[in-house]
């Protein structure tokens, strides 16, 4: 089974507004990645986050990480049509360099 | 375009024969991935290569599935006796070295098994 699972799974906004998704995962990690996918196209790395980090900002994004409760947030900000995409969380284990993709947040934003 | 290429970017193929599909990493990174995604799913890990070495492969992988790296610059992948199952997006990422890098995707390559 997948390592990170996405919650929730659909999510449609107004634009302006802010979008929360958040990532649960299963055992230890060394970081976790956060990646955008539009519809058809490949996917594009927003985000890393290391396990030692509790919060880290990109532009819009910020990503929160809860080692404790194995768990990670992406916050987009002041949302955008062009934010339309599926977001994934990538996890590592430990040592290992293969990555584990929950089945991703389906963010719908409206003009 | 410096960016990950895979070809072809779409491939229809009639149950039990094979397919050979190609990516093109950047020509910096020497690490080379292979995922599988399935429609509303994310991606599933299949293999890694660091230069030419095949360092880790999913116990989720057939015996029909095998990739080679040849010279660690472009990789195949080959499916043998493709099944319908075998339906997917096939999707080629590369990175440089070091733990857990950011990966840099190609457009994949969509399969369709008839």
């Known amino acids: 089974s997948q390592q990170g699972e996405e919650d929730p799974q659909a999510l449609s906004i107004q634009e302006g507004e802010n979008a929360t998704m958040n990532c649960s995962y299963k055992t230890s990690i060394n970081n976790l990645q956060w990646y955008r996918q539009n519809s058809g196209r490949g996917l594009v790395h927003l985000i890393l986050?290391?396990?030692?980090?509790r919060e880290k900002h990109s532009g819009r994004l910020r990503v929160t990480l809860d080692t404790s409760k194995k768990s990670s947030s992406l916050l987009i900000t002041a949302s955008r049509a062009a934010d339309t995409a599926s977001y994934f969380c990538?996890?590592?284990?430990?040592?290992?360099?293969?990555?584990?993709f929950g089945s991703g947040t389906k963010l719908n934003v409206k003009p | 375009d410096t960016g990950v290429s895979q070809n072809p970017r779409h491939k229809i193929t009639k149950r039990g024969q094979n397919v050979t599909f190609r990516c093109d990493p950047i020509s910096e990174h020497n690490r080379l991935y292979w995922y599988r995604q399935t429609l509303g799913q994310g991606p599933e890990f299949l293999t890694y290569f660091q230069n030419e070495a095949q360092l880790e492969k999913s116990r989720l992988l057939s015996d029909r599935f095998s990739a080679e790296r040849p010279k660690g610059s472009f990789s195949t992948l080959e499916i043998q006796r493709t099944e319908q199952g075998d339906s997917a997006m096939y999707l080629c990422a590369s990175s440089l070295p070091g733990p857990s890098p950011e990966q840099y995707f190609g457009p994949g390559t969509r399969l369709t098994v008839t």
């Open positions: 990538a996890t590592d284990l430990y040592n290992f360099n293969k990555f584990y």
């Open positions: 986050i290391r396990s030692n980090e």
